[in-house]
Nanobody, 125 residues
Framework: QLQLVESGGGLVQPGGSLRLSCAAS????????IGWFRQAPGKEREGVSC????????NYADSVKGRFTISRDNAKNTVYLQMNSLKPEDTAVYYC??????????????????WGQGTQVTVSS
């Protein structure tokens, strides 16, 4: 009933950009914190970024800090991850996740109740 759907992944050259979207259905995101995670084959899942329910607070993994930006449009029930200056090591399946909390967010995967199916991002020349 409650779904998150990621989109916007694809193939991009190093130094390029992509914008990922996370769209919610069956519920509204007004009171939910959102996290972005990624996982490549043979690697551990990494918490990339998170944003709190009203968009006033966000944090990032050191590996993406300064290159990625998380944002949300609650009126559209959608959260975004703008990815710039992409590197081959950014290649992974990217997932979004949601939990009904206010004021704070976390990049720990255990914190979230709802998960999308993921979208593939490949950075290669």
């Amino acid at each position: 009933q409650l779904q998150l759907v990621e989109s916007g992944g694809g193939l991009v050259q190093p130094g390029g950009s992509l914008r990922l979207s996370c769209a919610a259905s069956g519920f509204t995101l007004d009171y939910y914190a959102i996290g972005w995670f990624r996982q490549a084959p043979g690697k551990e899942r990494e918490g990339v970024s998170c944003i709190n329910s009203n968009g006033e607070s966000a944090n990032y993994a050191d590996s993406v800090k300064g290159r990625f930006t998380i944002s949300r449009d609650n009126a559209k029930n959608t959260v975004y991850l703008q990815m710039n200056s992409l590197k081959p090591e950014d290649t992974a399946v990217y997932y979004c996740a949601a939990v009904r909390v206010i004021s704070v967010c976390s990049r720990g995967s255990w914190w979230y109740d709802y998960w999308g199916q993921g979208t593939q991002v490949t950075v290669s020349s």
